[in-house]
């Protein structure tokens, strides 16, 4: 009973000291440089603490969002490296190969991390360089990364909502860019299935789709957001979920 006790306590301490500490994001930069092989490494990417007075356990929460992120990061540096490998020529053209990782982090309502990181990759002898978005979602008691449907209730029709939203915002953009053949590239790109919509984050009150190049539009037009207003989804929330705080 005393050890049931002491459990209890240091869990209801934990949970206290979340709830009193906002989480803080700062940022850890790392870089690596190869005259052998021509190239450049520079990632800079969100790290998290709760402060000097953080408890052991809250701290440990810090430490396991900051490893999901190192172990991220390296993953991207390692994948790079290895492609730079493989190609027989290290410089075309008088060009190396680069790899620049930059990022933003922020807490919603205290509790709600959400992070952007835009990783620029080019490896030289390819056609062109990439630009892509990968987002990080982790709440204060270290859940996470979150998927997009940990926001909404169990059975709600949240899928359908967010894939019409997006179809309409998209093929609104592409006919003002003049590009009215990607319909297809579109409705598939941003249909109801979970796979299309894994990059997202929240801010200014609203729900961000991020669509890399290639899912829902070619190459020349880039990344594509939808933005969609938190309010239009307070209905599917689910009020214990990390965005709860909507509905309150």
């Keep these: 009973m005393k050890k049931i006790f002491s459990f209890l306590l240091l869990f209801s301490l934990t949970v206290i000291s979340v709830s009193a500490q906002q989480m803080e994001v700062t940022y850890k930069t790392i870089s690596d440089n190869s005259s052998t092989m021509n190239y450049s490494v520079k990632a800079t990417y969100p790290q998290v603490n709760f402060g000097p007075e953080a408890l052991m356990g809250v701290r440990g929460i810090a430490q396991d969002i900051n490893t999901a992120f190192d172990t991220t990061v390296n993953g991207i540096v390692n994948s790079f490296v290895n492609d730079v490998t493989k190609m027989p020529e290290k410089t075309v053209n008088g060009n190396g190969s680069s790899l620049e990782i930059t990022s933003t982090g922020w807490v919603v309502n205290g509790s709600l991390l959400c992070s952007e990181l835009t990783t620029f990759n080019y490896i030289a002898g390819m056609a062109h360089p990439m630009t892509t978005i990968t987002t990080f979602n982790f709440v204060d008691n270290g859940a996470g990364p979150l998927a997009l449907s940990g926001l909404f209730r169990s059975g709600s029709d949240y899928l359908n909502f967010i894939s019409t939203e997006s179809i309409q915002q998209l093929s609104a953009y592409a006919q003002k860019e003049g590009m009215t ?68």
Excluded: H
């Excluded at 053949?181 to 941003?190: E, V, Y």
């Excluded at 969609?228 to 307070?234: A, D, E, Q, W």
């Design 181 to 248: 053949n990607i319909s297809d590239m579109i409705l598939s790109g941003a249909s109801a299935d979970a796979k299309n919509f894994t990059e997202w984050s929240i801010s200014n009150d609203s729900l961000n789709i991020i669509f890399n190049p290639y899912q829902v539009a070619p190459y020349v037009m880039g990344i594509q957001r939808v933005t969609i207003p938190m309010t239009s989804l307070i209905s599917m929330l689910d009020p214990s979920g990390p965005a709860g705080f909507m509905i309150r």
